[in-house]
C-alpha cells in the first residue's frame, strides 16, 4: 500500500513538473501570440494593445500561479487565437484522438497476438529466419512513413479510401472508422511488430521448459499445449508491453493526424505551437503527460497483480 | 503435422481480419471514384469542397480578424456599404449607390432596400451607425483606424447614411469597404459571425472545416452554390494528396511544382498572387544604407533566370512596390530599370568601397516553399559578384516578431500585400518614421510626393501622378531588390465554371456554379 501511495505522489508531482517546464520553455522560444496574430500590418502600437488586451505584459510567475489556479479549479483558460473556452475545443477533437488510439490499440493487439503465436511455433529454420528478418524490417518503419505510403498506394492508386476526406465522428461514425482504419493500420503494424517478437521469444522460451516436455509425454496434442499452457505463460510480458503501448501510440497518432488530415489532438497541438497559443498548448501537454503517466502507472500495477512474484507493497 | 495446420488456421484467421478490414473500407470506394469522375455525373447538390491550408485560427470577427486565410473566407459573408469587384472597382453593396461632394469631404451613401442580416434582422441606419462606431474604436487594422479617426460625423438622411469627415481622404471609399456592416446588439460576431453577404456562416470545426450556405435572404443576385465546405489541411502534402484524389473541388495558391503533379484532370487557372516579393534589404545596417551597394545588388540579381528556374518563367516582374493588377499605378518600365549586369553590379560596389564584395545574412521565413526557392537561386547569383549571401530559414512566427516587428535583420525575402485595394496600402508603410516601415527606409523626396499623393487639394489623376513618383523613387533609390509578384494556380473542379482572380487576396464563392 505505501509504495502505491508513493507512486500516487510521485504521478502528480510529475505532472506539476511538466506543467512548470511547459509553461517556462515558451518564455524561451521567440515570437509571441501578439506578433503573430497582428501579421505584417502590424504596428508596434497595435503589438502593445494586444499583448495588453491578452495579459501578456505581465510578468510570468504571475501569469504561471494564474494559469495553475484556474487549472486546479478545471478552467483551461480561453484560447488567444479562437477566442473560445479552451475546454470546449479540445472535447471534439479528444474524441477523434481516442476513437484513433483505441482502432490502433485493437488492430495492434489483433494482428500481434496470432502473428506472434504463429511465429513462436514455426520450426522451420528458412522460414523461422524469414519471418524474424521481415518482423525486424517492419518494426524499423516509423508510422508516418507508413502513412504516407497508405495515402498513396491504398488511396490514390488503389482507391481503398480517399485520403483527405475526413468524416467527424458526429456526423457519420461508421464512415469516421473506415476513414481511421488507414493510420490505425499504419501505427498498429509497427507497434504490433514488436510485440510479435516478445511474443515468439517468450513462446520459444516457455517451449523450452519443463512442464512442456511432460505435458508432451502425457500425449497433449502440439496447439492444446500451445494455446492452453504455453501462450498464457508467454503473454504475461507481452500484456505489459501492449500496455504501455497505449501511450505511445497516443502520442504517434499526432504525426499520423497530420499525414492523414485528421483534426485531432496532436494538429491542434502543433498549430497551437506554432501559433503560440499558449493555453491550448498547457492543456494539451497537461493532457498527453496525465494519459502517459497513468498508463505507466496502471501497467505496473497489472504487472504486479498478474505476476503474483511481484507483489504490491 | 499439427504444427502445420495450427500455423496454416492461424494464417487464415490472420488474413481473414486483414481483408475484413479491407471490405469495410469498400463503401469509401465508391465515392472515391464518383468525386474523382466529377464531369461525368451530373452534380445532385450544389455544393463543393475548397482546400485552404490555413485554419481560420483568429476571431471571426470582422473587425478583429487579421489573418489574409480568415479574410479570403469571410469576404463571403460580410459587405461594406461598397464592395470591390474583381476588376477593382468599389460597386454598392450595402448601399444602394454613392455620391462624394465636390470638396470630398461628404460622402452619402442612399442605403438600399431589403438588405437583411443572415439573423432575419433587417438592415437599418442604426447597424451602420453601430458598425462604423464598433469598428473605429476595436479594429486591429491600422490604416482603417487611421481612416476612421477622420470621420467627423454619421448622421442619417432620407434613409441613407451621411459620412462628413474632418479633411478629404481619397482612400475613404475603400476604407469604408473594409467597414463590415453589422447587426447592432449581437455579440456573438467572435465565434457565430453575422453579416449581409452572399453566403451565410454556418459552423467551424477548428482544423477541420468551415461550412458557408447560401444566404436566401441576400438582396443581390443568388449564388449557384447551396453550400461551401473550406476543409483545412495544416500539411501542404495532404491537401495535395488531398486534391488530387478528388477530395476537393477547388484549391488556390499552388506552386508549378504541384500543378505539374496534379494527375485527376482538374482545369488550371492563372492568376498572380498580388503581392511585392523583394530581398528587403534593412538600411539601418551597413552596407545597405549606402545606394551603391542597393543598386549594385538590383543589377546582379537575374529576375528573369530567377523566374525560369524557380517557377518555368511564371510569375510577374515588379520592379517597384507595386503589382501589375493595380494597372492605374504600375508601371513595367521600372520592371526593367536593373537588367542583370554582373559588370555594372562589380563596378557600383567597387564605388562604394566593396570592391571584394561583403556578406550578410538573408533570413527568410521557411512556411512558404516560394520564397525559400527564390532565395536559394539569389543567393547562387549574388556570388557572381563576391557578395557572399548566408541564408537562414527562420518559422514564420519568429520571422514576425524578430524580422518585422524586431527589426533585427539584414536582409529578408518576402511578399508584402494590399490589405485595402489601395495604392497607400502599399505605399504608406515606407514614409520616413511608419510604424510598419520596417527596412527603416528614409527618402525626403519620397515622404513629399506620397504627401503630395494625400493631399487632397489635388485631382484624382495628379494624385495618382504622384504615386506613381512614389514608385519611381524607391526604385530609383533601390529601395529594395524587387523581384515579382508570384503566380497563383489554382486547381478547379472541370464542372464548376465562374471563378474569378481578384486584385485582393479574397476567393469569391459567388461567382461559381456547376456547368
Redesign the interface.
Known amino acids: 500500500m505505501k509504495t502505491l501511495f508513493s507512486k500516487l505522489a510521485a504521478l502528480i508531482i510529475t505532472l506539476f513538473l511538466v506543467s512548470a517546464l511547459a509553461f517556462f520553455a515558451f518564455a524561451l522560444i521567440?515570437?509571441?501570440p501578439a506578433?503573430?496574430?497582428?501579421?505584417?500590418?502590424?504596428?508596434?502600437?497595435?503589438?502593445a494593445a494586444?499583448r495588453a488586451q491578452l495579459g501578456l505584459d505581465r510578468p510570468l510567475p504571475v501569469r504561471y500561479f494564474e494559469w495553475l489556479t484556474g487549472f486546479l479549479r478545471g478552467d483551461l483558460g480561453e484560447s488567444y487565437?479562437?477566442?473560445?473556452e479552451v475546454g470546449q475545443?479540445l472535447s471534439?477533437?479528444l474524441a477523434v484522438s481516442a476513437l484513433l488510439t483505441m482502432l490502433s490499440f485493437l488492430?495492434t493487439v489483433?494482428?500481434s497476438i496470432?502473428?506472434g503465436?504463429?511465429a513462436g511455433?514455426?520450426?522451420n529454420r528458412y522460414l523461422d529466419a524469414a519471418a524474424v528478418g521481415l518482423n525486424q524490417l517492419v518494426m524499423s518503419v516509423p508510422p508516418f512513413f507508413l502513412g504516407?505510403l497508405a495515402?498513396?498506394g491504398l488511396?490514390?492508386v488503389l482507391?481503398?479510401?480517399?485520403?483527405?476526406?475526413?468524416v467527424?465522428p458526429e456526423k457519420d461514425f461508421w464512415?469516421c472508422?473506415?476513414?481511421l482504419?488507414?493510420p490505425a493500420?499504419s501505427i498498429a503494424i509497427p507497434r504490433s511488430a514488436m510485440a510479435v517478437k516478445l511474443l515468439r521469444s517468450a513462446i520459444r522460451d516457455q517451449l523450452g521448459q519443463d512442464y512442456v516436455r511432460t505435458a508432451r509425454s502425457r500425449g497433449a496434442?502440439?496447439?492444446s499445449i500451445?494455446l492452453r499452457q504455453v501462450l498464457r505463460n508467454a503473454l504475461l510480458p507481452v500484456i505489459t508491453f501492449l500496455a504501455v503501448s497505449l501511450a505511445e501510440i497516443m502520442t504517434m497518432s499526432i504525426l499520423i493526424e497530420?499525414?492523414?488530415?485528421i483534426?485531432g489532438v496532436g494538429?491542434?497541438l502543433?498549430?497551437s505551437v506554432?501559433?503560440?497559443d499558449y493555453p491550448v498548448v498547457l492543456a494539451i501537454v497537461m493532457l498527453l503527460a496525465a494519459w502517459i503517466v497513468t498508463i505507466h502507472f496502471l501497467a505496473d500495477l497489472l504487472s504486479r497483480l498478474a505476476d503474483p512474484r511481484v507483489r504490491l507493497g | 503435422m499439427?504444427?502445420q495446420?495450427?500455423?496454416l488456421f492461424?494464417?487464415v484467421?490472420?488474413l481473414a481480419?486483414l481483408l475484413g478490414?479491407?471490405r469495410?473500407?469498400?463503401?469509401?470506394?465508391s465515392?472515391?471514384?464518383s468525386?474523382?469522375a466529377p464531369s461525368s455525373q451530373a452534380p445532385q447538390k450544389a455544393e463543393i469542397a475548397v482546400?485552404i491550408a490555413q485554419?481560420l485560427?483568429?476571431?471571426l470577427?470582422p473587425y478583429?480578424m487579421?489573418?489574409?486565410g480568415t479574410r479570403e473566407v469571410m469576404f463571403n459573408v460580410f459587405e461594406g456599404l461598397v464592395k470591390p469587384d474583381s476588376q477593382g472597382n468599389f460597386v454598392p453593396a450595402v448601399a444602394a449607390s454613392y455620391t462624394v461632394s465636390t470638396d470630398g469631404c461628404t460622402y452619402t451613401f442612399p442605403l438600399r432596400e431589403g438588405v437583411t442580416f443572415h439573423n432575419g434582422k433587417e438592415c437599418t441606419f442604426e447597424d451602420v451607425l453601430y458598425s462604423f462606431q464598433t469598428c473605429a474604436a476595436v479594429t486591429?487594422?491600422?490604416?482603417v483606424a487611421a481612416a476612421l479617426s477622420n470621420v467627423a460625423d454619421i448622421r442619417e438622411e432620407d434613409g441613407g447614411v451621411v459620412i462628413t469627415l474632418t479633411a478629404p481622404d481619397p482612400d475613404f471609399l475603400s476604407m469604408a469597404a473594409s467597414v463590415y456592416i453589422v447587426p447592432k446588439d449581437y455579440d456573438g460576431q467572435?465565434?457565430a459571425p453575422v453579416g449581409t453577404g452572399p453566403f451565410r456562416f454556418v459552423s467551424r470545426?477548428?482544423?477541420?472545416n468551415v461550412i458557408l450556405e447560401r444566404f436566401d435572404g441576400y438582396y443581390g443576385a443568388k449564388p449557384a452554390l447551396e453550400r461551401v465546405t473550406y476543409?483545412?489541411?495544416?500539411?501542404g502534402?495532404?491537401?495535395f494528396?488531398?486534391?488530387?484524389?478528388?477530395?476537393?473541388d477547388l484549391v488556390a495558391h499552388l506552386t508549378v511544382d504541384q500543378v505539374e503533379s496534379l494527375t485527376n484532370g482538374y482545369q488550371i487557372l492563372e492568376g498572380t498572387m498580388n503581392l511585392v516579393q523583394a530581398m528587403y534589404l534593412n538600411h539601418a545596417k551597413e552596407p545597405f544604407d549606402n545606394e551603391l551597394v542597393r543598386q549594385a545588388l538590383c543589377y546582379a540579381v537575374d529576375v528573369d533566370a530567377m523566374l525560369a528556374l524557380t517557377a518555368d518563367g511564371h510569375g510577374a516582374k515588379v520592379g517597384s512596390s507595386m503589382y501589375p493588377a493595380f494597372g492605374k499605378y504600375f508601371d513595367p518600365a521600372l520592371a526593367d530599370r536593373y537588367p542583370h549586369d554582373v559588370e555594372k553590379a562589380k563596378t557600383l560596389l567597387a564605388q562604394a568601397g566593396y570592391p571584394n564584395g561583403f556578406s550578410f545574412t538573408l533570413t527568410v521565413p521557411s512556411n512558404y516553399a516560394p520564397h525559400v526557392d527564390t532565395a536559394t537561386v539569389i543567393v547562387e547569383q549574388l556570388k557572381e559578384v563576391g557578395v557572399e549571401a548566408k541564408l537562414e530559414l527562420v518559422?514564420?512566427?519568429?520571422w514576425?516578431?524578430?524580422v518585422?516587428?524586431g527589426r533585427n535583420f539584414e536582409a529578408t525575402l518576402?511578399g508584402?500585400d494590399a490589405?485595402t485595394l489601395t495604392a497607400s496600402a502599399m505605399l504608406a508603410r515606407w514614409v520616413t518614421g511608419d510604424?510598419?516601415n520596417m527596412i527603416g527606409y528614409s527618402n525626403p523626396d519620397y515622404d513629399d510626393a506620397y504627401a503630395a499623393a494625400r493631399d487632397p487639394a489635388h485631382t484624382e489623376e495628379e494624385q495618382t501622378a504622384y504615386y506613381r513618383q512614389c514608385l519611381e523613387i524607391l526604385s530609383d533609390t533601390a529601395a529594395n531588390v524587387y523581384l515579382q509578384d508570384l503566380a497563383d494556380f489554382v486547381a478547379i473542379n472541370p464542372a464548376l465554371t465562374g471563378y474569378a482572380f481578384y486584385p485582393l487576396y479574397v476567393m469569391d464563392m459567388s461567382t461559381l456554379s456547376f456547368q
Open positions: 521567440p515570437a509571441d506578433t503573430t496574430m497582428l501579421g505584417s500590418e502590424a504596428t508596434p502600437e497595435a503589438v494586444l487565437l479562437y477566442r473560445m475545443m471534439g477533437k488492430l489483433a494482428l496470432p502473428l503465436v504463429l511455433s514455426v520450426r504516407i495515402c498513396y488511396g490514390i482507391k481503398w479510401f480517399t485520403p483527405g476526406a475526413y467527424s464512415g472508422v473506415r476513414y482504419i488507414f493500420l496434442s502440439e496447439p500451445l497530420q499525414v492523414f488530415s483534426p494538429q491542434l502543433l498549430s506554432s501559433n503560440r | 499439427k504444427k495446420i495450427l500455423a492461424l494464417a484467421g490472420v481480419g478490414g479491407c469495410e473500407a469498400t463503401p469509401q470506394n465515392t472515391a471514384s468525386t474523382n482546400g485554419d485560427d483568429d476571431s470577427d478583429q487579421t489573418a489574409a486591429v487594422n491600422s490604416s467572435a465565434t470545426s477548428i482544423q477541420e476543409r483545412i489541411f495544416s500539411d502534402n495532404a491537401l494528396t488531398a486534391l488530387n484524389s478528388g477530395a476537393l518559422e514564420w512566427e519568429t514576425l516578431s524578430e518585422y516587428a518576402v508584402f490589405s510604424g510598419k
